[in-house]
Nanobody, 128 residues
Framework: QLQLVESGGGLVQPGGSLRLSCSVADGFSFDYSAIGWFRQAPGKEREGISC????????YYIDSVKGRFTISRDNDNDMAYLQMNNLQPEDTAVYFC????????????????????WGRGTQVTVSS
């Protein structure tokens, strides 16, 4: 099973920025997989916030992050990123990256049950 590792979380003030990274364990690749970023705040369900197709040509963003977050991927180096700008306290959550080779439409399939390879998450806290 593909092993993913998130990094880049931390504590940031409102209006600040963070860049999350998602890497793949040695010997694995997610060239042919869609990648998603998900988050889970305390007491809330995990939600899909952004997904990107295997080629990078199609992306999806949940309304609450549109215009603030940007998803990208580097297939040559098996990396994925989530650039988060203008962070707000409501963005506080554990952020996870996930991949799946069977997700074909990131527009309609950026939901946790459809992704089967997950990282352990990285904490993002937005507070003054």
């Amino acid at each position: 099973q593909l092993q993913l590792v998130e990094s880049g979380g931390g504590l940031v003030q409102p209006g600040g920025s963070l860049r999350l990274s998602c890497s793949v364990a040695d010997g694995f690749s997610f060239d042919y997989s869609a990648i998603g970023w998900f988050r889970q705040a305390p007491g809330k369900e995990r939600e899909g916030i952004s997904c990107i197709s295997n080629s990078g040509g199609s992306t999806y963003y949940i309304d609450s992050v549109k215009g603030r977050f940007t998803i990208s991927r580097d297939n040559d180096n098996d990396m994925a990123y989530l650039q988060m700008n203008n962070l707000q306290p409501e963005d506080t959550a554990v952020y996870f990256c996930a991949s799946d080779p069977v997700v074909y439409s990131v527009q309609s399939q950026c939901v946790p049950p459809l992704f089967h390879n997950w990282g352990r998450g990285t904490q993002v806290t937005v507070s003054s």
